[in-house]
């Protein structure tokens, strides 16, 4: 028996190296089209979904974030994608894609973009904050504003009229806490989206919520790090 444990060990060692030295792909959720569901994967700045075992690219751009979100609320998703800046730092373009499906698998089809390089984008998201029938956009910058000329990250929210976008809130801050991320959803059974905001002061940190209420953002409830829930709604909304 021992004879066979050591070359058995070293197969799996074999392995173990092998899956390790596959090329590097993440699994990045699905998207939902026509009652099909497809599974999506990041690999190389890339997006791309499965044909079969064979990887097929969605999109012929480097990506830096994105979201997948009905955005004219018809039952098929679309997908909002923020391009690689060339300095890889931050976003680039916002996309609104479309699809297309060719051979069983689907391609994004360009229906807008928007230069957002000068806000060094972060973070692109979508939700719906108001019941007013158009799709809410989030766009996180990283910038100065008119009135507060430090250089942080700031929420801007655009509103999707299927054509293009318009201005709805563009935020210096929610508080006076630094923002660190955020994300969307309903989470108290409103029937609209609320954000839920990852803040900090110095080595602190804390949980915002804040429903928007037409001309801001007011605020729920907090969750400050010492409280008991902190730890697992932290890793619910901003570690998944
Ligand atoms: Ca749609
Ligand atoms: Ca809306």
Redesign the pocket.
């Known amino acids: 028996m021992k004879k066979l444990l050591i070359p058995l060990m070293v197969i799996m060692a074999g392995a173990v190296f092998i899956l390790l030295g596959q090329p590097e792909s993440y699994a990045a959720g699905k998207i939902s089209i026509e009652q099909k569901t497809y599974d999506l994967y990041v690999k190389g700045n890339h997006l791309y979904t499965k044909n079969g075992r064979e990887y097929a690219i969605i999109l012929d751009e480097e990506i830096f974030d994105f979201k997948i979100y009905d955005i004219d609320y018809d039952g098929d998703e679309e997908i909002l994608i923020l391009t690689r800046h060339e300095t890889g730092e931050c976003g680039k373009d916002l996309i609104i894609c479309d699809t297309e499906k060719a051979g069983g698998t689907i391609f994004a089809k360009e229906i807008y973009r928007q230069d957002f390089s000068a806000g060094r984008p972060w973070k692109v998201d979508a939700c ?9 956009i989030f766009i996180g910058v990283y910038k100065d504003t008119v009135f507060y000329k430090d250089v942080k990250k700031r929420p801007f929210f655009y ?1 999707w009229d299927g054509d293009r976008l318009h201005k709805k809130w563009l935020g210096s801050f929610f508080t006076d806490w630094d923002l660190v991320d955020i994300t969307f959803g309903d989470y108290y059974n409103l029937g609209y989206d609320v954000a839920a905001v990852l803040e900090r002061n110095q080595d602190d940190k804390r949980i915002g919520f804040y429903q928007f209420i037409g001309f801001g953002f007011e605020n729920m409830k907090t969750i400050d790090s010492g409280d008991p829930s902190f730890p697992s709604q932290l890793k619910l909304l901003f570690e998944k």
């Open positions: 719906n904050l108001d019941n007013d029938g158009r799709a809410d509103s």
